[in-house]
């Protein structure tokens, strides 16, 4: 046991990545179920109701049926990257996650355990890090598929998601500003007396519409434009390839709410109930939103999607912030 | 202090700038001479944080440096880009080889 | 921890050194010499986020953040909408390299020679003062005291180079 023990450290974060990948597909899968049958709700439908009670197996159901889809590789697909375009899309939805903090320290058998995996006093940098870098995914999907449609829809994403990333960037600024600090963490503590929110209102609604542009949902969708571009960039992609496409898009809309959370909501700080069920429902509240949107607004015309980004969220966001500065300089 | 040496770390950049060297100036596609430039850029990049790490760690002013290289690179590039594609659209062509608009 | 201290962490960092190197050196060599320019950008960004690992090795993390998130998520991704927009136009069965490449390779063999030299004699005055602690704040201290104006001309050069971009490749209007 002496021996061991400068291995439990390291045993300790091999535990929390397996439970937060274990715990983020869950998510996605029941995320999945959530929207069909709120979104049938909305559409006086009935939604997945067949498997288990309320159809709370359908998720499985669903796993269980994309497995044993038969795999097509397109004749014109360059093999080797359309293969990795996937989980060039996948894992750094995944990874993001590692710096959100669902909770303070806790204590389990004598051994103190952070409920994130690191904390980095990059933070904020390493999400946005990130998340360009996932537009590789769809833009190398796009590319390899050997399609049109693949194509036309990468290129579209891969512009769309430029263009948010900066009003995305720019709207966080002003609540980094107030809290003097990059680290999530740290950025938790420091709204233990008032939320971001409150203080930072049009710096958040700034975040949460370009959020939804970079996450690629309605009413932003237009790298998957059904109507126009049968499916975007994953077109040409069947099974576990797609359903990999499927989770990267989730996953990433689970890690924006908790960003969102975590910047202006206090994160997992809340009365009554234990952190992390505040920062459950937080999330949950998050990607009911983001389901809400889909099924009330529809879907932008491409010009005045680049329009709405450039001529109107970036000079707002920029606005923001010379405004934060200039009241944290009067007030002292 | 970290177990690498200084002289890897510069090792390493230097064959890195030579690489991008060699690209650059052996390119007939402008972007592909574009990207041995970004090359170079790095290998100074590395040079810069290892002399930081290595020689004035309680200072800070190589990474500053660093990052206004990266701020350069990146103007550099986005000019670099409109330029090919400016001239892509007036000659079709991005080989080096035949822009040659200047001669007689 | 002390048994483990000292004995396996220099081994284990010079390992992940020359891994992360090795993959840099292959990435670069790739990127200059492939004929497929396609490849050659997928290449170029394999290579940027290497060296982003380096970085992460030599204790800078902001400047590894910055390195992934301007070098990989953006200059990278502008080369390739670059590549794909001229694609068509560079065949890759037409030879990558022009007239002059055994010049290039001629001179690049002398200036590394050089750099090699300079490498291996200059006596370089290595420090064993601590790392700063807490870069991220001295550094924006730094840039808002010490190093303000280059600050500044440095964004006067983004505004340009935003506008210049604009300018050259927009398409004429009417003609």
């Keep these: 046991m002496e021996l061991l023990s400068p291995l439990v450290p390291i045993l300790i974060i091999v535990i929390k990545s397996g439970v937060a990948i274990f715990a983020l597909v869950t998510a996605f899968a029941y995320a999945v179920w959530i929207e069909r049958r709120v979104m049938a709700r909305m559409q006086s439908r009935i939604g997945p109701n067949r498997a288990g009670p309320f159809g709370l197996l359908q998720p499985l159901a669903d796993a269980v049926k994309v497995l044993l889809k038969e795999e097509i590789i397109p004749q014109d697909a360059k093999v080797p990257i359309y293969l990795l375009a996937p989980a060039v899309s996948l894992v750094p939805a995944l990874l993001s996650f590692a710096v959100v903090p669902i909770g303070p320290e806790i204590e389990i058998l004598g051994q103190k355990i952070t409920l994130y995996l690191a904390d980095l006093n990059v933070g904020v940098l390493y999400v946005f890090a990130l998340a360009s870098v996932g537009v590789y995914g769809i833009v190398l999907a796009g590319w390899s598929s050997g399609s049109k449609y693949s194509f036309l829809g990468a290129l579209r994403s891969s512009a769309q998601m430029l263009s948010y990333e900066l009003p995305l960037g720019l709207s966080v600024v002003g609540a980094l500003m107030l809290a003097g600090t990059l680290s999530l963490v740290q950025l938790v503590?420091?709204?233990?007396?008032?939320?971001?929110?409150?203080?930072?209102?049009?710096?958040?609604?700034?975040?949460?519409?370009?959020?939804?542009?970079?996450?690629?949902?309605?009413?932003?969708?237009?790298?998957?434009?059904?109507?126009?571009?049968?499916?975007?960039?994953?077109?040409?992609?069947?099974?576990?390839?797609?359903?990999?496409?499927?989770?990267?898009?989730?996953?990433?809309?689970?890690?924006?709410?908790?960003?969102?959370?975590?910047?202006?909501?206090?994160?997992?700080?809340?009365?009554?109930?234990?952190?992390?069920?505040?920062?459950?429902?937080?999330?949950?509240?998050?990607?009911?939103?983001?389901?809400?949107?889909?099924?009330?607004?529809?879907?932008?015309?491409?010009?005045?999607?680049?329009?709405?980004?450039?001529?109107?969220?970036?000079?707002?966001?920029?606005?923001?912030?010379?405004?934060?500065?200039?009241?944290?300089?009067?007030?002292? | 202090m970290s177990g690498v040496p200084l002289s890897w770390y510069l090792t390493l950049a230097t064959v890195l700038f030579a690489i991008g060297l060699y690209g650059t100036l052996s390119r007939k596609n402008a972007v592909g001479i574009l990207m041995g430039i970004e090359l170079m850029l790095n290998a100074v990049n590395i040079n810069l944080i290892a002399f930081w790490r290595f020689i004035t760690p309680h200072l800070l002013t190589g990474q500053i440096f660093a990052v206004f290289v990266i701020t350069v690179a990146a103007s550099e590039v986005a000019i670099g880009l409109a330029l090919i594609l400016a001239i892509y659209r007036q000659k079709k062509t991005i080989d080096i080889e035949e822009i040659d608009l200047l001669k007689g | 921890m002390p048994p483990f201290e000292n004995l396996p962490t220099d081994l284990v960092l010079q390992g992940i050194f020359l891994l992360v190197a090795g993959l840099i050196v292959v990435a670069a060599v790739a990127v200059v010499t492939l004929r497929n320019i396609f490849h050659s950008a997928l290449a170029l960004i394999l290579c940027f986020s290497a060296v982003a690992g380096l970085y992460i090795l030599l204790e800078a993390p902001f400047v590894a953040a910055v390195q992934v998130l301007i070098y990989v998520g953006a200059i990278s991704v502008l080369i390739l909408f670059a590549v794909m927009l001229t694609e068509r136009v560079m065949d890759p069965k037409m030879g990558a390299r022009n007239e002059q490449w055994w010049l290039g390779l001629l001179l690049t063999a002398i200036a590394a020679t050089g750099l090699g030299a300079i490498v291996g004699f200059a006596p370089w005055p290595l420090s064993k003062a601590p790392i700063i602690n807490d870069q991220i704040t001295a550094l924006g201290k730094e840039f808002l005291t010490t190093y303000v104006l280059p600050f500044e001309v440095a964004s006067l050069l983004l505004l340009m180079a935003l506008l210049g971009a604009i300018i050259i490749a927009r398409e004429k209007e009417g003609g």
Excluded at chain 1, 228 to 244: D, N, P, Q, R
Aim: hydrophobic share 60%; proline share 6%; charged share 10%.
């Design chain 1, 189 to 332: 503590e420091a709204q233990k007396n008032a939320w971001f929110i409150l203080l930072q209102p049009l710096g958040f609604l700034i975040f949460i519409v370009s959020a939804v542009a970079e996450v690629n949902r309605a009413p932003f969708d237009l790298p998957e434009a059904e109507t126009e571009l049968v499916a975007g960039y994953h077109t040409e992609y069947t099974s576990i390839k797609w359903a990999f496409f499927y989770m990267a898009e989730y996953i990433n809309m689970i890690v924006v709410s908790s960003i969102a959370v975590t910047l202006f909501f206090g994160g997992w700080q809340g009365p009554f109930f234990p952190p992390a069920v505040w920062y459950f429902l937080k999330v949950a509240a998050f990607i009911f939103l983001f389901i809400w949107l889909r099924a009330t607004l529809p879907r932008l015309r491409y010009d005045r999607l680049m329009q709405f980004g450039w001529k109107i969220l970036l000079p707002l966001s920029l606005v923001n912030i010379i405004a934060t500065a200039a009241i944290m300089v009067w007030q002292g």
